[in-house]
């Protein structure tokens, strides 16, 4: 299995992207489902925004690039137009603002005033808890009526109470991937709209947000766009919707002309109007260069690697450590770019592997969970996995104490 290894990395065309990131030799990484690795062009621009145009510049830095500013002020349009292609939507249908649950209570909110006489947002069970608990907020408020249906009855769910279908694309704790084309279709032929949650799609899988007429979208920006922790998200709007958009959080910088400190609020056109407060420069600019970095590799060739990784794992993990339970799905092409493992024990399982410098992480109650961010994950790490896994088990090491002591995160 190591020698395979080997040479698969050999023959890797994305071989030489690890080194664009800040990741020991020693370590392999399989949590960038969760948070990406760091950039090595990142920290320098940091000092720039810092130094230079912070710094230097001081509040001339918010203008146009042309000259002495930096152009701060339209970062979350340009970087949103750098994630456009990633997800198949055009420029001026992403803008990179807030967080994913916030940009959730925005286009669920909207979402609604746009279906009047339905309050239903449809979801699924064991759906990421943000997603659900935004409903819950507008539930408590009376906007809006939670339901929930399993994957196999979503399509039968949908009636003529549904305002709109929400789910993650792909499964954050199997990596299950659903049929975005059929469910959006389903939706829009009940008469519902449809808002994809993209935080485990965007950089790993295929997108095309326009080719399945999706309406609504979200993602993250600190998992495969290594943005960095807590980087900014983004939202999708479809060109159609935009206009007749209504989002709650009426803040300044969603305003037509936010400068002119009127006292009524007037939306600003388009996808701007999803803007509330003032962006995050520092995080916004972090957040450009892993964007740019994963654009550079290109859609293809990362879903390629990517699904070549999981395989590679996912065949080993059956032939070497059988006695883990695989839920996530047999075939690559429906689901994401991870693959998950049940065992009672699946926390302690994961830090013995921390501890021996292999990086994945646990979801409750026993999902030993790794991701496979097609960048910087190397053959070589994966069959590291399972043979150190296999360790593991059979030495009993797992069993430490210091093991089963949990932190704050998981």
Not at 22 to 41: H, M, Q, R, T, W
Request: net charge negative; proline share 5%; hydrophobic share 45%.
């Amino acid at each position: 299995m190591r020698k395979e290894a080997a040479r698969l990395d050999a023959s890797d065309t994305l071989r030489e992207c690890r080194a664009l990131f800040e990741i020991a030799d020693d370590v392999a990484y399989f949590d960038g489902n969760s948070l990406g690795a760091l950039p090595k062009a990142a920290p320098a621009r940091i000092a720039e925004v810092v130094q230079s145009e912070w710094g230097q510049r001081l509040i001339s830095s918010w203008n146009d690039a042309d000259g002495e500013g930096a152009g701060w002020i339209d970062l979350p349009q340009r970087i949103g137009a750098k994630i456009a292609p990633l997800i198949g939507a055009r420029r001026g249908e992403v803008i990179v603002a807030d967080s994913v649950s916030i940009n959730l209570f925005k286009l669920i909110s909207a979402a609604l005033a746009m279906r009047p006489g339905r309050k239903v947002v449809l979801s699924e069970p064991g759906n990421f808890p943000t997603d659900l608990y935004m409903v819950e907020g507008l539930e408590m408020q009376d906007l809006a009526e939670r339901c929930l249906a399993e994957r196999a009855d979503i399509e039968a769910a949908l009636d003529d109470n549904v305002a709109l279908l929400m789910l993650t694309h792909v499964h954050y704790k199997t990596g299950e991937m659903f049929d975005m084309a059929r469910l959006t279709k389903a939706a829009h032929d009940a008469g519902a709209l449809v808002l994809w949650d993209l935080s485990h799609s965007v950089g790993a899988v295929p997108v095309d947000l326009n080719a399945v007429g999706a309406d609504f979208a979200v993602g993250c920006g600190y998992k495969y766009l290594n943005g960095g922790p807590g980087a900014p998200a983004f939202a999708f709007v479809a060109e159609r919707h935009q206009q007749a958009l209504k989002q709650p959080l009426s803040g300044w910088m969603g305003h037509a002309r936010p400068f002119d400190f009127t006292d009524d609020y007037e939306p600003a056109p388009g996808i701007d109007r999803l803007l509330c407060g003032t962006p995050q420069i520092l995080s916004m600019s972090a957040l450009e260069v892993g964007v740019d970095l994963m654009a550079g590799i290109g859609v293809d060739a990362l879903v390629a690697k990517s699904r070549a990784l999981s395989e590679f794992t996912r065949e080993a993990m059956a032939q070497v450590v059988p006695e883990l339970e695989c839920v996530s799905p047999a075939d690559p092409e429906t689901r994401g770019s991870q693959l998950s493992w049940r065992h009672a024990d699946a926390y302690a399982l994961c830090q013995a592997l921390i501890a021996r410098r292999i990086i994945g992480d646990f979801r409750a109650p026993d999902v030993l969970r790794m991701g496979f961010a097609p960048a910087y994950v190397r053959y070589v790490d994966c069959a590291r996995l399972v043979t150190e896994l296999r360790d593991i088990l059979d030495s009993g090491e797992w069993r430490k104490v210091e093991y089963a002591q949990r932190g704050a995160v998981t």
